[in-house]
């Protein structure tokens, strides 16, 4: 019992992972899969969450090794200069657009939150409060505990999703079928595109910067491999069933009434047999707290890893550094006032973009973790064999939804 205790006071890194991926774009994808496709979706959850741990447990093991983040890692495992830079810019270009897209979705968030109570509230006013709170919080280098208690209230919002799960009337064969019976929509643009999304808000790209980074600040001793192995396991193990919730809350009490969810006042429904008219409260709250936490640690995630790939000192007084994170920032922001007509679709279509670019990560992190510098802690044949076996899962599925990818883009790009 006391071995258990000592580890539950190690949960750290993989906590702020699954804080991370239980954000505004896995409300919104979630409560758009349950209102639209009932349960039938859950499979792509329960997926992506063992692929989450498996890829997030070999970030941490990096960063413990080596005690270096996963950028540094990238850089230094690859000797010849040409293919070194090669995979420089590979990096850069797809944490850019990966994390620009999930920060525009961040923005929307918090959009969507406030006008859930103030339906008429400025877009543009509501994106340049949330983007300038996050740029002083980040500037100032204060944000720590705003961060913590932003994140307590998105797990907050978690437990209630996962008590109002338990309190609806949900169909627990359909909710199997669901989890082991994997399906896509046939002809059904939106309904490929929330598929990939459900992965793509799961298995961020950033996060396995972040794990690795986070790991190696918190143990430095390989032997501690196994609490961070315990870290991952129980904490994104825990962000996946409340991401679950939240899609058989919306299964069981949006999608008999047809509610096609198109704000967060549609999401507050699914909260209302347990909340009643404070459901819309909680919804509010939650989506700008999700928002404004996630879009502080978007872009900084994007700054640790440009800077760690290209040696660059990762301070958060660095200019470079403020440099990326505000890049990343500001251009979310514009998008999501530019692009933000159609909010709930906009999150969508970010978070599938990170589910295209996962492969390309995740294979970075497969070959740092097979470096000789890992030495024992390196990967054994288990998790080559899960890590070449979701990849390639996951290549198949973005591949079949490639093309309702770029339509749904290009709609939004035209709304």
Known sequence: MSALADRLKNIGPGALVAAGFVGPGTVTTCTVSGASYGTTMLWALLFATVSTIIFQEMAARIGIATQEGLGENIRDNIKNPA????AIIIVIVAIFIGNIAYETGNITGGILGIQSIYPDASMIAIA???GAVAFGLMWAGSYDLVEKVLTAIVVFMGVVFLVTALASPVDWGAVLAGLFSPQLPTNDNKGLLTAIGLIGTTIVPYNLFLHASGAAERWSDPKQIADARFDSILSIGLGGVISMAILICAAANLQPLGIQVKNGADMALALQPLLG????WMIALGLLAAGVSSAITAPLSAAYAVNGVLGWKKGLKD????????????????????LGKSPTQLILVAQAANAILLPIMAFFVMYCANSKKLGPVRNHLFANVAGVVIILITLFI??????????????LLGA
Request: proline share 0%; glycine share 4%; hydrophobic share 60%.
């Open 83 to 86: 293919l070194k830079w090669i």
């Open 128 to 130: 340049i409060v949330v």
């Open 277 to 280: 008219n404070w459901a819309t």
């Open 319 to 338: 200019i470079r550094f403020k440099t990326i994170w505000g890049i990343v920032l500001v251009a979310g922001v514009v998008m999501a006032v530019a």
């Open 398 to 411: 973005c591949y079949r939804n490639f093309s309702s990818f770029v339509t749904s883009l290009q709609s």
